[in-house]
């Protein structure tokens, strides 16, 4: 079936725009997951949802970041304000969710944003 | 909090040999598992392998195998027999029993030369 989509694939915008990053989780799958990957690191938790609800969203870095999953699947991240240190690859990931068991996190090709 | 560490920014090694990718971490948890990535240039992180950390016996897949010194808080991955579509960044991931959170490593660029 198909993987984990993330659109678009590469975004440039200009210093205090707003952007939004979308994420099209594996069908089935009720947990997502954004992380952020600063070049040369390794990526970094933003936040998870279970289902429509941010279950965690303590690695946010401010309160311009904020995301959304309004149905249960599709998520869309937003950036508000951007600045030249938010250029990063955002990757979204999702899984199964089947209590205290670890579930795969399978993860889609990232967002690559560049804020000029 | 817990942490993960690659020591090795970078490594290089001949086609069809044998290389080892360092990972130490940090925990306080029991139960827990860790993982290797793979993340070529498609930026795509792909599994590799995962040990559960109440296991003693060292996970392996077909080229791939771990090391795990649990006492240590050891993990490094052995890629035998490498490939050249092994070249990519590896991340070594720790998350404990019933989180959510990955928590990555540095990463380790690897290339393998024909």
């Known amino acids: 079936g198909a993987g984990v989509s993330q659109t678009p694939s590469n975004k440039v915008t200009e210093k205090g725009k707003y952007v939004e990053l979308r994420c099209d989780p594996i069908?089935?799958?009720?947990?997502l997951y954004w992380y952020r990957q600063s070049l040369g690191q390794g990526p970094e938790f933003l936040i998870y949802f279970q289902g429509t609800g941010a279950a965690d969203d303590s690695g946010l870095p401010n309160d311009r970041f904020f995301a959304v999953r309004p149905e249960g699947s599709v998520s869309t991240l937003k950036i508000q304000r951007t600045e030249r240190g938010d250029s990063a690859v955002y990757l979204c990931a999702s899984s199964f969710s089947r209590g205290d068991s670890y579930n795969e996190q399978f993860f889609g090709p990232g967002t690559r944003l560049t804020v000029l | 909090a817990q942490t993960v560490t690659q020591s090795q920014p970078e490594m290089s090694v001949q086609e069809a040999e044998t290389v080892t990718l360092s990972c130490t971490y940090d925990?306080?948890?029991?139960?827990?598992?860790l993982f290797w990535y793979k993340q070529p240039p498609s930026r795509q992180m792909i599994l590799v392998i995962r040990q559960e950390a109440y296991k003693q016996q060292n996970a392996t897949e077909n080229r791939f195998s771990v090391n795990f010194q649990k006492a240590a808080k050891s993990f490094s991955l052995k890629i035998s027999d490498s490939q050249l579509g092994d070249t990519a960044m590896y991340f070594c991931?720790?998350?404990?029993?019933?989180?959510?959170?990955?928590?990555f490593g540095q990463g380790t660029r690897l290339t393998i030369n024909p």
């Open positions: 069908s089935g799958h009720t947990a």
């Open positions: 991931a720790s998350i404990p029993q019933g989180a959510q959170k990955l928590v």
């Open positions: 925990t306080s948890e029991n139960n827990y598992y």
